[in-house]
């Protein structure tokens, strides 16, 4: 059908050899008992010693901070090049946005077609189905073209972050702002068929008072039968973008 530890330095060298053979002694008992380590009972000494050397070796062996080789002036060009970046990755995620709302009614409104033609829908209800979708056209398209715009104004942002942040602090958030912008890009030229093919059919749907014949009908399938692949490609690329690395 047809469309709509630590020792106390004041003992006496004899007292302080005491502690140490009392020290010796005990671990000697320990190990010739069979006890693993800590399961035998040790003296009070003993305990302060082995506490203050724990606490020794925490602070020798805590992780210093990263750090990298590059000059003030590398820091600084690494970060200008970075957030240049994340300029096309947020413009790239308005896109996006808009190019979701787009496929959105473009698949209701071609998919309600396929449904009646697979007789899982009735004639009423996608008839409704079209109505919905076609009063978010107009919105959607405009949208779209106005974030693909803006889009346009920011890319090469991400060019060359790689090499100017290599060495630097930036590097690792650069190599995942870069990684994204990527998939941004694929995912614009598979909305832009998507928006392209929404928006022609929004031209012919202005005709259908005056030209609501067996041509128009032709035309609409033929759209119909587009979206199937135009809808896939944008779902593909949707899906790459939700398991790319965020730009931060």
Known sequence: ??????TNSNLPPILGGAVALALLGGAVYAYASGNEPGTATPSSSATTATSAASGSSSTTTSASPTSTSATPDAEMAAA????????????????????????SDWKTHAGAQISLDNGTISYARATELWAASRANG???????????????GARGGCDDVDAVTAGTAHEGRARDCQERASVLAELAKAGRTVNTQWADH???????????????HAEWIHFVEKSRAALGSYATQAKRVAQAPACV
């Open 1 to 6: 059908m047809g469309k709509h530890s630590s």
């Open 80 to 103: 200008t090049a970075l957030a240049s970046c994340q300029g096309e990755v947020a413009a790239g995620e308005r896109l996006a946005k808009a190019a979701a709302a787009s496929a």
């Open 138 to 152: 107009p919105r959607d398209v405009q949208r779209f073209v106005a974030a693909d715009t803006a889009y346009a």
């Open 202 to 216: 929004q031209e012919q749907m202005a005709t259908r008072d005056t030209d609501a014949g067996p041509a128009y």
